[in-house]
């Protein structure tokens, strides 16, 4: 196995404030890291420092052995799948279009987008026939979440990105999605990062947890070994498992 | 209503919407793309709109004065009208421009960026399309008010329906005011009207 991206002593800094500290972490091939921590912890940071919306203070982000710094920055984000929460669909483009965007920027042929269209819908479970002419707002919530995760889809990219992508949704329907996520990972056994603060998430979705606590990575591990971790931090997340109504 | 004043109230009108047009054609070329600079540039913000205010607070008769002795674009006659009308023109297309692709959800913006957008595909596809109703929002309002101020254009020999309504003022005959008013009047509805219809196609997508 190889690294596909690689931090190395990464650092994040805005004015005098240290957002992200000497983030060291490789992510290989077909695996699935969660970045886990509370709000301000740095873990969006660190995943936008994959695609290059954000670039390193100081030390640098290897993508496919290259740095974020010498990519293009258009075509290193085109590489990368990006998901965001549901209100990152372009409202004025119907789902078709907001699936096929980027191969239509990649000037791929209308036959081939309509296609690759198609059969994206048709993976995340909507029916393209029955919604391919919508706009984003005629469908629910965790609708828009899956046209998210089929437009991130579109162009084949090495890498998914996921920022918070169900946090915005309801228990139901997040569990819905969650487990799409674990089928079509079995299915595409693509490489993806996924930020979230929901330890159960972090739990069910990831091959390995990534803890940052403060802009400082605290715990790296397996699900399994994640759960006897002894640090303050992680135990602070466990507990958010354990608590029953009685113990209040 | 004798002939000659139909045939008169055609020709004025004729030469009130040309004015108007010419102005707004003028007016949207330069405070669309100011508006869009605006956004990229903030430091540059109070001046544009601070420039645009003011020349919106002068009292249009006097704007119309003042650029009488000003040289190349000033003078008697229909340039110098048609600059005045531009520089009244402009605040509310320049705001509206601004408001609407700054209001541009910042998510939306960002994951245009993320899926690998130039700034160029960002704007022409993204933040233009989704600021487009408020643009022509002030399009519309700019337009709307273009046509009422044209009226005074003729006090400086730019003709168009105030000709009837200065003369009208200055023969104390009503008949020659209402002959400049009421068609300035309707072209005004009609514009708001049409522009108005437009806006709404617009919001359809």
Not at chain 1, 35 to 53: E, Q, Y
Not at chain 2, 3 to 12: D, K
Not at chain 2, 102 to 112: C, F, H
């Amino acid at each position: 196995m190889s690294a596909i991206v690689e931090f190395r002593e990464a650092s994040y800094r805005i004015g005098t404030r240290d957002i992200l500290r000497g983030l060291t972490l490789s992510i290989e091939a077909g695996e699935t890291l969660v970045l886990l921590g509370r709000s301000g912890s740095g873990k969006t940071t660190a995943l936008k420092m994959v695609n290059g919306l954000l670039l390193p203070s100081s030390g640098e982000v290897l993508v496919d052995g290259k740095s974020t710094t010498a990519w293009d920055p258009v075509r290193l984000k085109r590489r990368i799948g990006y998901v965001i929460q549901e209100i990152g669909l372009f409202p004025h483009y119907t789902i078709a279009e907001n699936v096929g965007l980027v191969p239509r920027l990649e000037g791929w042929e209308e036959t081939r987008i309509r296609e690759r269209v198609h059969t994206l819908l048709g993976r995340v479970g909507l029916d393209p026939e029955q919604f391919g002419d919508r706009y984003p707002r005629q469908l629910s919530g965790g609708q828009r979440q899956r046209v998210g995760v089929a437009r991130a889809l579109a162009a084949d990219p090495s890498v998914l990105l996921f920022d918070e992508p169900f946090g915005a949704v309801d228990p139901v329907t997040r569990l819905d999605l969650q487990k799409q996520f674990l089928a079509l990972r079995s299915e595409l056994g693509k490489t993806s990062i996924f930020v979230t603060h929901d330890v159960r998430e972090a739990l069910m979705l990831a091959t390995r947890i990534a803890l940052l606590h403060d802009g400082v990575l605290e715990v790296i591990a397996p699900p399994a070994e994640f759960m006897e971790n002894a640090c303050t931090e992680a135990r602070a997340f466990l507990a958010c498992l354990d608590w029953k109504a009685e113990t209040v | 209503m004798n002939p000659s004043l139909a045939s008169e109230i055609a020709a004025l009108s004729l030469e009130h919407l040309t004015l108007v047009l010419i102005s707004m054609i003028i007016a949207i070329a330069m405070a669309v793309p100011a508006g869009i600079l605006i956004t990229r540039r903030a430091r540059w913000r109070p001046w544009v709109i601070g420039f645009a205010n003011v020349m919106q607070t002068i009292p249009s008769l006097a704007l119309f004065g003042f650029l009488i002795p000003v040289p190349l674009i000033g003078g008697i006659g229909k340039r110098t009208a048609v600059v005045a009308l531009v520089l009244y023109a402009l605040l509310p297309i320049l705001r509206n421009t601004m408001v609407g692709i700054l209001g541009v959800d910042p998510a939306v913006r960002e994951s245009a960026v993320a899926m690998g957008m130039t700034g160029r595909q960002l704007l022409w596809r993204v933040e233009i399309p989704l600021a487009a109703r408020m643009i022509l929002a002030g399009i519309r309002v700019a337009t709307v008010t273009t046509i009422g101020t044209a009226t005074i254009a003729a006090a400086i020999g730019g003709g168009g329906l105030g000709v009837f309504i200065f003369r009208g003022i200055a023969s104390v005959d009503s008949t020659q005011i209402l002959a400049g008013a009421v068609p300035a009047a309707c072209i005004a509805l009609l514009a708001d009207g049409g522009l108005g219809w437009v806006e709404r196609r617009w919001s359809a997508g």
